[in-house]
């Protein structure tokens, strides 16, 4: 299966050298490492050109505030057509956590992406609508970062 994968790699490399700046391979699946400024494009490819009309999960990661990068954005992408699954992974640095919204080609990005910046503060430029949608609009911080205290903020006290 992983055969066909790397088919698919070559394509977009051969479509554009840039959209693609690592593969990996573990465990049978392939990750796509994507430049953030490339991710719309490499994705309306894989839709469009490649038959991954599927976008199965959107999540993030952080990595640690002494990394650098420090954030990653995966996209879980499946083919219904040819029963693929597709890992791309962009990384993001805590300076400028900015990756363009998925929204315009997958409907069911909106509340992924809105997850990810209400947990993690990536921030989907494009986004038809970014607020908070686990948390309450004037909770401060995100919750998911490995910065956040691990006790939490308490800003509502029950007394």
Same mark, same amino acid.
């Not at 790699?9 to 479509?15: A, T, Y």
């Not at 430029?125 to 949608?133: E, K, S």
């Given at each position: 299966m992983t055969e066909k994968l790397h *088919?698919?790699?070559?394509?977009?490399? *051969? *479509?554009? !050298? !840039?959209?693609?700046?690592?593969?990996?391979e573990a465990f049978g699946e392939v990750t796509i490492n994507v430049p953030a400024e490339w991710v719309v494009d490499v994705c309306w490819a894989l839709k469009t050109q490649h038959g991954f009309d599927m976008l199965a999960d959107l999540c993030g990661a952080d990595r640690g505030p002494e990394e650098d990068p420090r954030f990653e954005?995966?996209? %879980?992408?499946?083919?219904?057509e040819h029963y693929n699954r597709l890992r791309l992974k962009v990384l993001l640095s805590e300076d400028k956590p900015n990756v363009p919204t998925l929204t315009t080609i997958w409907k069911t990005a909106d509340w992924h992406e809105r997850e990810t910046y209400d947990l993690f503060g990536v921030i989907f430029?494009? %986004?038809?609508?970014?607020?908070?949608?686990l948390l309450p609009s004037d909770f401060d911080g995100h919750a998911l970062r490995k910065d956040y205290p691990l006790r939490g903020y308490e800003p509502y006290s029950m007394n």
């Open positions: *088919e698919f790699v070559g394509k977009l490399k *051969e *479509e554009n !050298a !840039a959209w693609v700046s690592d593969v990996k954005v995966n996209y %879980h992408l499946f083919s219904t430029d494009g %986004h038809p609508d970014l607020r908070r949608i």
